[in-house]
């Protein structure tokens, strides 16, 4: 079975800061896709980014990158120069390749602190 | 729409009752799954159809939960006798998914359903 951890409950950035949110996850697929997906306070969950597994390269986009350590299975979010508006849950989702369904993580809140 | 809707937002049953809880998906989404949120925790997955097929209800917790799908584009999840441990918010989501592997999920706005 396929299993999603995200270790932190909660953290906290100050404004314009870095911030790194991490996840571990197992799979026995070979080739699947990672997900970080954000749901602000009474919002829809949104995608924030997407990494595909035999990608070596990192994905990217705009402030909000990952560090995918494929051999770990590990997949943290570093988001860039933090704003208000990311204060929201983070989730850490897996594994899209022989089945459409994602397997989330417990989720992780952050507070940015202007 | 440009995005996912679903109906209603908030359902209050008493227990015993039966709910139905509707998604309207992306024009032209093949894919639709429906998530189970419970309070401070992830989604997790119910099943999944593509266009009218429901190819994975692995997740249904019980045969109490029923989803169909029959033209291919606004789906209905059905709870019967409903239980406390049902109270929950339900997401669905849409993808192309034949558009390309890996494709992402559209969610919704999350129908909350309190059972009292």
């Known amino acids: 079975a396929q299993t999603v951890t995200q270790s932190q409950p909660e953290m906290s950035v100050q404004e314009a800061e870095t911030v790194t949110l991490s996840c571990t996850y197992d799979t026995s697929e070979s080739d699947y896709y990672l997900f970080w997906y954000k749901q602000p306070p009474s919002r829809q969950m949104i995608l924030v980014i997407r990494?595909?597994?035999?990608?070596?390269q990192n994905a990217t986009e705009n402030r909000f990158s990952v560090n995918f350590q494929k051999a770990a299975k590990s997949f943290s979010l570093k988001i860039s120069d933090s704003q208000l508006g990311d204060a929201a849950m983070y989730f850490c989702?897996?594994?899209?390749?022989?089945?459409?369904?994602?397997?989330f993580g417990k989720g992780m809140k952050l507070t940015v602190n202007p | 729409g440009a995005g996912v809707s679903q109906s209603p937002r908030y359902k209050v049953a008493k227990r015993g009752q039966d709910v139905a809880l509707r998604c309207d998906p992306i024009?032209?989404?093949?894919?639709l799954f429906w998530y189970q949120q419970a309070l401070g925790q992830g989604p997790e997955f119910l099943t999944y159809f593509q266009n009218e097929a429901q190819l994975d209800k692995s997740g249904l917790p019980s045969d109490r939960f029923f989803a169909e799908r029959p033209e291919g584009s606004v789906s209905t999840l059905k709870i019967q006798r409903t239980q406390q441990e049902d109270s929950a918010v339900y997401l669905c989501?849409?993808?192309?998914?034949?558009?390309?592997?890996?494709?992402?999920?559209?969610f919704g706005p999350g129908t909350r359903l309190t059972v009292t």
């Open positions: 989501a849409s993808s192309l998914a034949t558009a390309e592997p890996g494709g992402e999920q559209y």
């Open positions: 989702a897996c594994c899209q390749g022989g089945s459409e369904k994602l397997v």
């Open positions: 024009s032209g989404h093949v894919s």
């Open positions: 990494q595909e597994a035999y990608k070596q």
